[in-house]
């Protein structure tokens, strides 16, 4: 199988790291890709993903799998089940609700990057971009009051987190999280122990 990835994507780094724990990374040809808004791709809307979003897991027979929530399910299935989601039951519910919440934190820091990025500084709007990052922000805080995320055997919220607070120190470093945030910094240096989150920090800014 193949996954169209970037090293700066953290939804591409959430399932590079949860592959490598779970202990697929081998079966995985990793496809370097870019995709940005504003810049069509006729080749990779029609044949893979029509939103145009990575990571993308292209499967030996052709067929695709989005998003990388998906892609981990399919992977942790593929290592037996339950590893990273809970297989059923509450805690199944309690970590896809964290998980949604941590995707929503990802996805509110990507915008921020791409109004500051793409979009031409006469059309900015400072207060939608600071209510995006209010968001990702109530999401760190919503993280830091709920110790228990962290103690726990890993799990795809972790995985997501360590994510959310690499792509922080990458695009926006002096956003302040750590000063902020002491459990989230416990949190993350704990993780950065293990040899998945090492070997897939995103590039030098
Ligand atoms: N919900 C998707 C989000 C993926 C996503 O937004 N990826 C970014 C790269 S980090 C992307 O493809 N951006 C291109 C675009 O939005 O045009 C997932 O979890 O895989």
């Not at 964290?98 to 509110?108: S, T």
């Not at 962290?150 to 959310?164: T, Y």
Request: charged share 25%.
């Amino acid at each position: 199988m193949k996954l169209t990835f970037s090293a700066t994507s953290p939804f591409a780094r959430k399932v590079r790291i949860s592959a490598i724990e779970l202990g697929l990374i081998d079966k995985i040809e990793f496809v370097p890709t870019t995709v940005t808004p504003t810049t069509m791709n006729e080749d990779y809307s029609s044949h893979v993903n029509p939103l145009r979003k990575l990571p993308a897991l292209i499967l030996d027979d052709g067929s695709t799998i989005v998003d990388s929530y998906v892609i981990t399910e399919y992977l942790d299935d593929l290592a037996g089940g339950g590893k990273l989601i809970p297989a059923s039951g509450p805690k199944r519910w309690q970590v896809k609700t964290e998980h949604a919440i941590v995707q929503g934190m990802l996805d509110a820091m990507l915008l921020c990057r791409y109004e500051k990025m793409l979009r031409p500084e006469a059309l900015r709007w400072p207060k939608w971009v600071d209510d995006q990052w209010d968001r990702a922000w109530h999401g760190l805080k919503w993280f830091e009051e709920r110790p228990d995320t962290f103690s726990r055997p890993l799990d795809i919220v972790q995985i997501g987190l360590v994510c959310a607070l690499g792509y922080a120190d990458f695009r926006f470093p002096s956003c302040g999280w750590r000063d902020a945030f002491p459990r989230l910094v416990a949190f993350n240096d704990k993780m950065m122990q293990r040899d998945s989150v090492k070997a897939t920090l995103p590039p030098a800014a």
